[in-house]
């Protein structure tokens, strides 16, 4: 016998991933300079020099043994200081190196944490549009239930109307995701300073912390000059979840970290609990050389303005096409509204012209889809012309 959800799981990939690869088989019979493929967050991006002149420096310098041998479990003492040391120049916290545990990336962060903290009965809300693969692993890893509750397709911030509906004594936590994967919104500081009132009145109503889960894996990408907040300034009970995979172009290397803040309640113990999950889970001892690589590269960036310039040309050649889209603040996803309401049926449509898009349903947003312009900027602009032929299908414009 085996795990007949595990057989599931395995059996069929993330809608995302079954057209990612309907896409390589396309790609096989058209070329593919001829196919559109907005499917993967994949970045496009190269990373900083930095990245490279370390690799190099470290792989020339350090003795093999060491540079590819075991870490603390935990990670590098003068890595996670070094991540210690950027946030509190970049936000103005304190942290210090024993509030950082290195992970395989920000799912193996989320994974960790969600371990760390689930008991028997807990639930898990999720504010839609959100990142589908939380669901599975609320599910999966912590065998906990996972709320979900619509989106606000105004705006795409919180709807606070169906969140204080859905907290109840068995809540646990909120995951969030700003700058957001799918819709690219960014949470404003009125957004969360309202979250966080919420979350303490909660608190005190069933007493007992109830966490927020920040998964931040597009942190640096945010647009036209806006602030995010860092939440852990307005909230104590506050895990970040970082990887980067976006900001240094570095998706394949799977590297980030769970930040657990001093002043969380009892923060010790919430820290032994995620040294707990990461060795259960078996995510102890994140890449050695890319630990290293990111403890020096940390608060560099890839080149941003390129993803702010494919938002520009793609918003304003959907606009002009007729398609109707919240304006994205940051990540590099747009969200326009499908112009039937069966999205399925829209993207199906759309693979007629080679071009591929996500339906938003996976993302609790039935009528929209998702497109991913972490591409070439040349792919976007050889694409415009047929996101008007699509439009036209539907006697837009």
Known sequence: MISEAMTGLGKKRSTIREIFEYGNQRAKIVGRENIFDFSLGNPSVAPPDCVTEEIRKFVSEERPEVLHGYTSATGLEWVRQAMADSLNSAYGTNFNKDCFYMTVGAAASLCIVLKAI??????????????PEYKCWI??????????????????QINFGELEKSLS?????????SPNNPSGAVYS??????????????EKKWGHPIYLISDEPYREIVFDGFKRPFVTKYYKNTFICYSFSKSLSLPGERIGYVLIPDEMEDNRDVYAAVCGAGRILGYVNAPSLFQRVVGKCVGKTADISIYNRNRDVLYNGLIEAGYSCVKPQGAFYMFPKAPEENEYAFCEKAKKYDLLLVPGTDFGCPGHVRIAYCVQTETIERALPVFKKLAADYGIR
Do not use: H
Request: contains cysteine; glycine residues 2%; hydrophobic residues 40%.
């Open 169 to 177: 004594e068995n809540t646990k936590a909120v995951i969030i995701n």
């Open 139 to 156: 599910e999966n890893t912590a065998n906990a239930k996972c709320v979900l509750i619509p989106a606000d397709p105004t705006s795409f």
């Open 118 to 131: 689930a008991c028997p009965g807990d639930e898990f809300i999720v504010p839609a549009p959100y990142f």
């Open 189 to 202: 500081e009125e957004t969360v300073k309202k979250l966080a009132s919420v979350l303490e009145d909660a």
